[in-house]
């Protein structure tokens, strides 16, 4: 069988077997439209290494874990990841590595490649797959060539194109690859194209930078751009960026450059540059019969088409915004070094200086309608900071998954999140805050006295006078981290809890300090120096030392997928106080319960007593479903296997009763509940994904770990006993108390 076809021997025929992408660059070479040399890996191959390997059953597992519809972003970049590191660990079988090779030799045997998808049906009118699928630059060899020809089929499950085929109801169980090879041009100028603008049908844009494509594409090198008029082709409008950097071919991959100071002066393209491709845009729209976005560079042949494809027109009108955010996501390693820079730089002394500020201003004796309009504002606040949370904090999370990607091409490990291990035991706040609780907890475990006044304190006697040093560090402790009271607060359907402080480190006092697992990112550091080692052993020189720069750029992400939500937190519980404040006022007053009315609300009804706010009845859960649940099945996010008793936390509230060798089973641990972690034997919960925040916790104190079960704090009752197995992401009901069944 033909695994490798010519471009001269793709026909109409031969689309479904050579990709979109494949097929038009067939298309333009017959035209007479100057393209790389280009080799086509048809996907009968792909159909041959994933049934020949096995890798197709194991891809349709991975993805039956969880309804598409119900997995968070996190939860689909871990299930990419996994099968991608079934590709990495899966080599091809001989006999189709050998049919490839020999397809590839003659032509690049040692010639610089450029790998690229080509799903079939990835370019349409009414669909586009633009930067889901993965391409690579300069590679050189047909071993490195085979190796990033399995990269490429593996990212036809990357989560954007998991997300993409979600969206257009396509059937991913019949999804395939194809797969061009294309000489390396080395163009001086690249650019894209589209033959219509996406934001004028009169006009065409032309983007170019110096050096190579890609990092335009990625967003690394900021383009000039020309806008022409589409029916006399007139230069309407030129805007010109600061041009100081440019990509170019290494001796492996790609690396940025600064820009030489003469050509910064100059823009890439002349007039009469942008004229011939304008032309050839033209040209291209008049072959495929519709508007084109192109891919182009300029080299010493002249200009070279890279690529070619259908605008795409929307279904239903506007884009798909879910889909751009996902897109958002994925950054290079660059723009998450300047954001990088904004966030510790900018955005996260802007939050700690906002939260000083709310916490420095009472509201306690302000009038009604100060107090709703304080409400209001702290409110507005709060609503800010989460958008930009999720504008910056959330994609700088992607810094992650980026090295772990980077990693586990480098090492092919057997566990895909290996990589972990080497970005734990960063000094995280809400660790530091754990560990200020446990210096109080040994306190009270070495002082009787001290035990007793503080048993006398939560049952509501006087209690006998604390002690100097666990006094200050007390203050010490609320000065920094705030009462623990403050996370119950916003749990508006239960009252504070201001002995949640003692409650816990009464707890935590009673079990030796050995029983509630190892000192988070301290036990296993000799292991991870090797790891650091193990990884950076895999590069030399200059992409050495990009390894170590991207291993710090993620530890950083890594921390600050916690820490931010700590510092969100902190203004979230100042815009709390106040409207604790606003219900303590209602609820003197008469005309029903306010525990469970919004923020919001609050404030009108402080502004207007007649006002009556709407609510909503929770749903009840139905036992006999209940009943039924025996073994659940979730993402595994951190390994290890433990039994024992759930305690499921429904409300934040539910916390202050959590006992030593509990399982935690909640929705989601948010940063204000990891207090209670170093008491858990195991973590389960309904969000999934390992860079949420209960996985990175679990995995620092060692805990098993299970995310993404649906319905699990209805299915779970408190009292059941349950095995968690974080290797497999398994949750099995083994007992289950009476209160579930009655």
């Known amino acids: 069988m033909t695994w490798v076809l010519p471009l001269s021997q793709v026909d109409p025929p031969q ?208 383009p000039d751009q020309w806008i022409i008029h589409r029916a006399t082709g007139e230069l309407l409008t030129h805007v010109a960026p600061s041009r100081e950097q440019m990509l170019v071919a290494g001796d492996e991959g790609v690396r940025l450059e600064p820009l030489p100071q003469e050509l910064s002066l100059h823009p890439p393209l002349s007039s009469d540059d942008v004229a011939t491709v304008f032309d050839h845009v033209r040209r291209l729209e008049a072959l495929f019969g519709g508007p084109q976005d192109v891919e182009w560079t300029w080299g010493e042949a002249g200009l070279v088409i890279l690529q070619s494809r259908p605008i795409t027109t929307p279904v239903g009108g506007d884009p798909d915004d879910e889909r751009r955010w996902y897109l958002s996501l994925r950054r290079s390693f660059e723009n998450l070094q300047a954001l990088r820079d904004k966030i510790e730089g900018e955005l996260i002394p802007g939050m700690m200086e906002e939260a000083q500020a709310l916490s420095a201003r009472s509201v306690d004796h302000l009038p009604d309608q100060g107090l709703a309009a304080e409400i209001d504002r702290r409110q507005r606040i709060y609503d800010e900071w989460v958008q930009v949370y999720w504008d910056k904090f959330i994609p700088f999370a992607h810094g992650i998954r980026l090295f772990g990607q980077v990693y586990n091409d480098a090492l092919h490990p057997e566990d895909p999140y290996a990589f972990m291990d080497l970005l734990a035991g960063t000094d995280m706040a809400s660790l530091a805050r754990n560990q200020a609780l446990e210096q ?198 951190g390994p290890g296997v433990a039994h024992g008793t759930a305690r499921v936390v429904v409300s934040q509230y539910d916390l202050t009763s959590f006992e030593h060798g509990e399982i935690l089973v909640c929705d989601a641990v948010d940063p204000n509940m990891t207090f209670v972690v170093p008491l858990a034997a195991a973590v389960v919960e309904r969000r999934g994904g390992m860079l949420i925040h209960g996985a990175i916790i679990a995995r620092e104190y060692g805990l098993p770990c299970v995310t993404g079960v649906p319905d699990v704090t209805s299915l779970i009752h408190t009292g059941d006993t349950i095995t968690v197995d974080g290797h497999l992401g398994i949750v099995t009901l083994s007992q289950r108390t009476e209160a579930a069944v009655d």
């Open 440 to 637: 109080m907890a040994a306190m009270i475990r070495d002082d009787a006295g001290l035990a007793e006044a503080l048993r006398q304190r939560l049952t509501g006697g006087e209690g006998g006078e604390l002690c100097d040093q666990f006094q200050q560090r007390l203050d010490e402790f609320l000065g920094r981290f705030g009462d623990l009271s403050f996370a119950m607060a916003s749990d508006t359907r239960s009252p504070q809890a201001p002995d949640a402080l003692i409650k816990v480190l009464l707890e935590m006092a009673s079990h030796p300090r050995e029983s509630l697992r190892r000192e988070p990112g301290q036990a296993d550091r000799p292991s991870r120096s090797a790891l650091r080692d193990e990884y950076l052993n895999q590069f030399a020189g200059e992409e050495r030392v990009r390894a170590a720069e991207l291993l710090d750029l993620a530890r950083t992400s890594y921390r600050l997928r916690d820490d931010d939500n700590i510092y969100l937190g902190a203004i979230e519980a100042e815009m709390l106080v106040a409207a604790e404040e606003g219900r303590k006022r209602l609820s003197t007053r008469g005309g029903g319960p306010v525990d469970a009315v919004r923020v919001t609300d609050l404030a009108k009804m402080l502004r207007d007593p007649t006002f009556v706010p709407q609510t909503t009845e929770e749903e009840e859960v139905q036992d006999g479903f209940l009943i039924r649940a025996r073994q659940l099945i979730g993402q595994p996010a």
């Open 15 to 222: 689309r479904p077997d050579v990709g979109g992408k494949g097929f038009a660059l067939a298309e333009m070479a017959r035209a007479g439209i100057p393209v790389p040399e280009t080799l086509c890996i048809s996907t009968r191959a792909y159909e041959a290494y994933v049934s020949k390997t096995g890798l197709r059953e194991r891809i349709m597992l991975e993805l039956s874990r969880k309804d598409f519809a119900e997995m968070r972003w996190e939860e689909l970049w871990d299930g990419s990841l996994r099968i991608r590191n079934l590709f990495l660990r899966t080599p091809m079988p001989d006999d189709l590595a050998a049919a490839i090779s020999q397809g590839l030799t003659p032509r690049f045997h040692l010639r610089p490649a450029v790998v690229r998808s080509s799903a079939p049906g990835e370019d349409s009118e009414t669909v586009s797959f633009a930067g889901l699928h993965e391409s690579f630059v300069n590679v050189v060899g047909i071993d490195d060539v085979l190796e990033h020809v399995r990269l490429v089929w593996a990212s036809l499950w990357s989560d954007a194109a998991l997300l993409y085929r979600q969206d257009l109801n396509l059937d991913v169980s019949r999804s395939t690859m194809a797969v061009v090879v294309q000489a390396l041009v080395r163009g001086d100028r690249s650019g894209v194209a589209f033959s219509r603008s996406p934001n004028d049908p009169s006009q065409a844009v032309i983007e170019s930078v110096y050096g190579l494509n890609q990092g335009l594409v990625d967003g690394t090198v900021e």
